[in-house]
């Protein structure tokens, strides 16, 4: 079978890959192209795409008898792919959930700590040249430790997210998700009628939930005038979940004291008021960046795809 693989992965992926199937890797880490999907969709019978890989409705119109049968994600988050479609056209779409979680959530309490300290601001002001020393009033952030933790979306990486904040910093969970579940985890967490009661109580809101068209711009500018305004936004789930030209209205103003972005609206693109600001931390998406995460994750999107070959149930279907 013909699998083609959308960017560079490691060896530790791509070796078995060789082995199992007639594969095609893509040299660039760039986006496929419509044309590039397109011929993909026709001639290949797998494909492993993954984040900005935009499998809309009208590239599986333009190939109304695809001979591929899989799309294995690689990455947990699929809002680039049109599921709907997909299952329209007979290709199934799989992801690849639990390698991830760990992963993320040490960035999201990373941007919990560089917020909240100023930590990205503090090191701007030594790379310049322009730290005189040390006094008792310098960049005073915000403690972390025994505040509120808010989580909008509490599946696996919300959970792990509120843990590592309980159990290592003794900060009170409360939460928001569309989907009620037992935490047995974490049964000091407790859940709010609505978002706007999370983001009024908490002093560090974290965003977790899928991106869907329900949750795109869920953190609309009322929702981010429910907050404190000593309080800080972390997102480490997809960018448009956040209204982003609100979010930096209130950055701007001072409404909340400060952001940790992961992700953004139109990623790559980062707008220049928001880099402009001292009250934000920019990361390159950086949720999964660790080797061995990577390797699972496509070792798992590979499980996906040895799946369909053999004829086996797909462990990962979504």
Same mark, same amino acid.
């Given at each position: ?62 190939? +109304? ?31 690849? /959930? ?15 700590? %560089? ?10 002001? =030594? ?8 006094? +008792? ?18 599946? #696996? ?16 969970? @409360? ?5 009620? #579940? ?10 709010? +009628?609505?978002?706007?009661? @999370? ?6 809101? @974290? ?19 429910? %907050? #404190? ?25 001072? #409404? ?6 992961? =992700?953004?609206?139109?990623? +790559? ?10 009250? @934000? ?35 990962? /279907?979504?």
């Amino acid at each position: 079978m013909k699998l083609l693989i959308s960017r560079p992965l490691p060896d530790a992926v791509l070796a078995p890959a060789r082995k199992a199937f007639e594969l095609t890797v893509r040299d660039s880490t760039a986006p496929m192209t419509r044309t590039e999907m397109t011929e993909a969709l026709s001639t290949q019978d797998i494909i492993l795409p993954t984040l900005g890989d935009a499998f809309s409705a009208d590239i599986f119109a333009a190939v +109304p008898a695809p001979r591929a049968r899989l799309l294995a994600n690689f990455g947990v988050g699929y809002n680039h792919i049109d599921v709907a479609a997909a299952r329209a056209a007979g290709v199934t779409v799989t992801n690849t /959930p639990g390698a991830v979680t760990d992963a993320t959530a040490d960035i999201a309490l990373t941007l919990m700590l %560089m917020s909240a300290r100023r930590a990205g601001e503090g090191e701007r002001l =030594v790379r310049a040249g322009q730290w005189k020393g040390w006094h +008792p009033t310098q960049m005073l952030g915000l403690h972390m430790s025994g505040k509120v933790l808010g989580v909008v979306g509490m599946g #696996r990486i919300g959970q792990a997210i509120a843990k590592r904040a309980h159990f290592g910093f003794s900060m009170e969970v @409360v939460y928001h998700t569309r989907t009620p #579940r037992a935490l047995p985890g974490l049964p000091q967490a407790r859940a709010l +009628p609505g978002l706007h009661e @999370v983001m009024e109580a908490a002093d560090i809101v @974290v965003i977790a939930a899928p991106a869907s068209p329900a949750t795109r711009h869920m953190i609309d500018a009322a929702a981010l005038a429910a %907050m #404190r305004p000593h309080a800080h936004l972390v997102n480490i789930a997809r960018g448009d979940i956040i209204d982003e030209a609100a979010l930096i209205k209130a950055l701007e103003a001072g #409404r909340i004291a400060g952001a940790g972005l992961d =992700v953004y609206e139109h990623e +790559p693109e980062v707008p220049a008021a928001l880099r402009a600001l001292d009250n @934000v931390v920019l990361l390159p998406h950086l949720g999964t960046a660790a080797l061995e995460v990577r390797v699972e994750m496509g070792l798992m999107a590979l499980d996906n795809a040895l799946a369909l070959r053999d004829g086996r149930p797909l462990p990962n /279907p979504v």
